[in-house]
């Protein structure tokens, strides 16, 4: 048991750490080698206790020295931000407070505080007054949600008797869409062959080739059950045409869900918010908050324009739990026993305020401009259409495919910035992301500068 | 932006609210109306931005004054411990460092650690050289990865085809097994029907019943695919006759899932893993550390024998993923983006090495017998086997069944202690669990004395 002395100590030293984590506005945006990293792992003797503050020091070496820092704000790789310092103390809060949301009557406020949030971020989308959903562990499980509900909805008796028998369901998504999805069909049954990979426009799907997959589908006496519209895809950025995806579902009687897990953030500010048009008609829209509202990973959103879905979906019915008149978190979502995630949205709303926050993604958004402008200035060809959201892929013209990823490895090495690599229409390209709010012009012209320093030299 | 004098502010506000929330030894364990609790998170003004200091004591004042004091050491409901401190510390030096898990190239060392952990406890349940697995954010996910990888295995062109078109798999547990099993059943595609709740000798699955249930559904022409038993069931604590399923599982070619959530911690130490005898033959095996190892809520590990199962149920090409010689933890999981959840055991483990955390086990395993015995010496009977772990369901046998739930609202309303409303064989029952690593025997004996009261006047 750790004393009180014990604890104060352990705190103190989590200050220091923290200071060390937090700040990363200097220091090299990658270190150390993955070679070294694990061997210092391997080589952890665990049989043995240490004090506090060796312990703490070996975990913040690690935090530090390992791979890439994505919290640094000349992190220009994946959505992953430097979390809103309030996000993280309340997640050292809840971590020790540790409410249990399965149920209403063990942590009524923290649920009503889910329950909030929820209803808020649905009303920004604009799925109307039966609207709900909830917090999840993250894109993927916000998704597998959306699928659960279009299984349910869509496949007669699915709840009682499952797919057995039933006519294969088909999900339908443009190649530019996340690759989780796939994996997602294939776990809750469908399999890869139902799957449909659509042609873009403009790295948008294109709704004529999504109304003639449907009709072949059909044809083939397959059950057309889900289309997943990006807003937000992770090379281009691009959003998917919401309005007449949705038009095209409704006619043909199939769930629509938008994959907002990043352009999502876009419903937080009256001049982005005309970016997701269309979104309001959808029947169900995931985000993550860990990509561009500054939560740490681990923190995504549901949301579905009937709530009443949820129960048919997820209600169990038990022994044990508390009863309760209103519906219990446990008995509409695919988890059990829960995390208090919607904390890490909470606190920094107290602090900042809807318009605070929305100011935030005003300021990432109006990145993506510069972000084009340097990296073209810098000699590369921009890929892809204008994007929406501040991210651009590009190549060096005056190199071979096999020799893009040098500029990549140079940045990297230079430990100024990071960009990541990537493929577009098959080929090596690189790509550039905005990720944090703590990222601003400078650091975007540092960023061009590094590249135009890279064409030169590696 | 928040400056680093915001910061410092912040953070030292947030020691002091940490100092109210962590100690937990004293005060009440529940505390607060859910309809006040509502209202106050109602009213609140959104809109405008607030001091760190204002901010902070807000969700303070929501975690301390809503609901039932899962950290605390006379909270004897579900099994949510208070976390280790050194895991609550974990989570905040994690969610400001925000290392992305997807890929071991973004964070060789944190997949490193992940990958010892998983390693060092396959190896404590004996799942021999091939094993591998990963950590989940709970039971349920780990449950689901199970599930998965058995209809991988079990069910011919499952990843290509899907369910649709293939005999009902069947999923087996136990009465007492956990009703997520239900759950994830039916979102995977099984459907309810195909879910087999099987009765129990002792509390324990019946293998003759097994064994029954098994040839019938051949018989029908449907497929036996998964048997989840359970170690450590949510009323008794009672442990399924793992050797004798896994035998049963062998000869019929059926994946055998270990669910043990709770009673997995009884690996940790030498005097306490022969409870687990068995468990080294499983298929699969899940374990929540968020349960006995002192971790806050979302941190599950789903084992697994064969680890190469893993890519065939969840590994997916896409573009954008850098490549990787080992595999990355994206292509294994069900999830995508990933949250460093194994930080909340490591560093527990660097401060105390396993010894110090198996002595943990054990002292909650100490305290079965005198939590029997105190609610036995407080006039009240006992129902169910002798338990394993430490936790007791009984009712007074001088009130009808409706009048048993004052017992548990008297001592809510005591604000000394929390126990669980349950049912037992369908009739209401109460039920007594140690869930903190703090709960020592004079908290046991406090119980008691509560409970007589109880009896006497309410």
Same mark, same amino acid.
């Given at each position: 048991?750790?004393?009180?002395?014990?604890?104060?100590?352990?705190?103190?030293?989590?200050?220091?750490?923290?200071?060390?984590?937090?700040?990363?506005?200097?220091?090299r945006v990658s270190a150390g080698s993955p070679g070294r990293?694990?061997?210092?792992?391997?080589?952890?003797?665990?049989?043995?206790?240490?004090?506090?503050?060796?312990?703490?020091?070996?975990?913040?070496?690690?935090?530090?020295?390992?791979?890439?820092?994505?919290?640094?704000?000349?992190?220009?790789?994946?959505?992953?931000?430097?979390?809103?310092?309030?996000?993280?103390?309340?997640?050292?809060?809840?971590?020790?407070?540790?409410?249990?949301?399965?149920?209403?009557?063990?942590?009524?406020?923290?649920?009503?505080?889910?329950?909030?949030?929820?209803?808020?971020?649905?009303?920004?989308?604009?799925?109307?007054?039966?609207?709900?959903?909830?917090?999840?562990?993250?894109?993927?499980?916000?998704?597998?949600?959306?699928?659960?509900?279009?299984?349910?909805?869509?496949?007669?008796?699915?709840?009682?008797?499952?797919?057995?028998?039933?006519?294969?369901?088909?999900?339908?998504?443009?190649?530019?869409?996340?690759?989780?999805?796939?994996?997602?069909?294939?776990?809750?049954?469908?399999?890869?062959?139902?799957?449909?990979?659509?042609p873009t426009d403009a790295r948008r799907l294109s709704v004529?080739?999504?109304?003639?997959?449907?009709?072949?589908?059909?044809?083939?006496?397959?059950?057309?059950?889900?289309?997943?519209?990006?807003?937000?895809?992770?090379?281009?950025?691009?959003?998917?045409?919401?309005?007449?995806?949705?038009? #095209?579902?409704?006619? /043909?009687?199939? @769930?629509?869900?938008?994959? &907002?897990?990043?352009?999502? *953030?876009? +419903? !937080?500010? =009256?001049?982005?918010?005309?970016?997701?048009?269309?979104?309001?008609?959808?029947?169900?829209?995931?985000?993550?908050?860990?990509?561009?509202?500054?939560?740490?990973?681990?923190?995504?959103?549901?949301?579905?324009?009937?709530?009443?879905?949820?129960?048919?979906?997820?209600?169990?019915?038990?022994?044990?739990?508390?009863?309760?008149?209103?519906?219990?978190?446990?008995?509409?979502?695919?988890?059990?026993?829960?995390?208090?995630?919607?904390?890490?949205?909470? #606190?920094?709303?107290? /602090?900042?305020? @809807?318009?605070?926050?929305? &100011?935030?993604?005003?300021? *990432?958004? +109006? !990145?993506? =401009?510069?972000?084009?402008?340097?990296?073209?200035?810098?000699?590369?060809?921009?890929?892809?259409?204008?994007?929406?959201?501040?991210?651009?892929?590009?190549?060096?013209?005056?190199?071979?495919?096999?020799?893009?990823?040098?500029?990549?490895?140079?940045?990297?090495?230079?430990?100024?910035?990071?960009?990541?690599?990537?493929?577009?229409?098959?080929?090596?390209?690189?790509?550039?992301?905005?990720?944090?709010?703590?990222?601003?012009?400078?650091?975007?012209?540092?960023?061009?500068?590094?590249?135009?320093?890279?064409?030169?030299?590696s």
């Amino acid at each position: 048991m750790a004393s009180d002395d014990e604890l104060a100590e352990l705190l103190a030293r989590a200050l220091d750490a923290v200071e060390t984590l937090a700040v990363a506005r200097t220091g090299r945006v990658s270190a150390g080698s993955p070679g070294r990293a694990a061997r210092r792992v391997a080589e952890t003797d665990l049989s043995r206790a240490r004090t506090p503050r060796h312990a703490i020091s070996g975990l913040t070496r690690l935090l530090t020295e390992s791979g890439v820092r994505t919290n640094h704000r000349r992190h220009f790789g994946w959505m992953n931000p430097r979390p809103h310092p309030a996000a993280a103390v309340a997640d050292l809060l809840v971590s020790f407070a540790n409410p249990q949301l399965a149920t209403r009557a063990l942590s009524p406020g923290p649920v009503e505080v889910e329950r909030r949030l929820v209803s808020e971020l649905a009303a920004r989308m604009g799925l109307g007054e039966r609207a709900g959903g909830s917090f999840t562990g993250g894109g993927s499980e916000a998704n597998a949600t959306a699928l659960v509900c279009a299984l349910v909805r869509g496949v007669p008796g699915f709840a009682e008797g499952g797919l057995a028998g039933a006519k294969p369901p088909v999900v339908y998504l443009s190649e530019e869409g996340h690759d989780s999805v796939e994996k997602l069909a294939r776990a809750h049954g469908l399999g890869r062959r139902h799957v449909r990979w659509l042609p873009t426009d403009a790295r948008r799907l294109s709704v004529p080739a999504l109304a003639r997959a449907i009709d072949e589908d059909r044809a083939a006496d397959r059950a057309p059950t889900l289309v997943v519209s990006t807003a937000g895809t992770t090379n281009f950025g691009a959003i998917d045409p919401l309005a007449e995806v949705a038009a #095209l579902c409704a006619e /043909q009687k199939i @769930w629509h869900h938008v994959d &907002a897990a990043w352009g999502g *953030m876009a +419903a !937080l500010s =009256a001049r982005t918010r005309p970016l997701l048009a269309g979104v309001e008609l959808a029947d169900s829209v995931s985000l993550d908050p860990h990509k561009g509202l500054g939560a740490p990973l681990g923190t995504g959103v549901f949301l579905v324009r009937d709530a009443a879905v949820l129960e048919e979906a997820f209600d169990v019915q038990n022994d044990y739990g508390p009863g309760s008149s209103a519906p219990d978190p446990f008995a509409r979502s695919l988890a059990w026993s829960r995390r208090f995630v919607g904390a890490r949205l909470w #606190l920094p709303l107290l /602090q900042e305020g @809807w318009p605070g926050l929305a &100011a935030r993604v005003e300021r *990432m958004f +109006a !990145l993506t =401009a510069p972000l084009r402008h340097e990296v073209e200035r810098a000699g590369f060809t921009l890929l892809g259409p204008e994007a929406t959201l501040p991210v651009v892929c590009f190549r060096d013209p005056d190199r071979a495919d096999d020799a893009q990823g040098a500029i990549a490895r140079f940045v990297e090495q230079s430990g100024e910035a990071w960009i990541a690599r990537t493929r577009v229409d098959g080929r090596p390209a690189l790509r550039a992301c905005v990720c944090s709010h703590d990222t601003d012009p400078s650091d975007v012209e540092a960023l061009g500068a590094l590249l135009a320093r890279a064409r030169r030299e590696s």
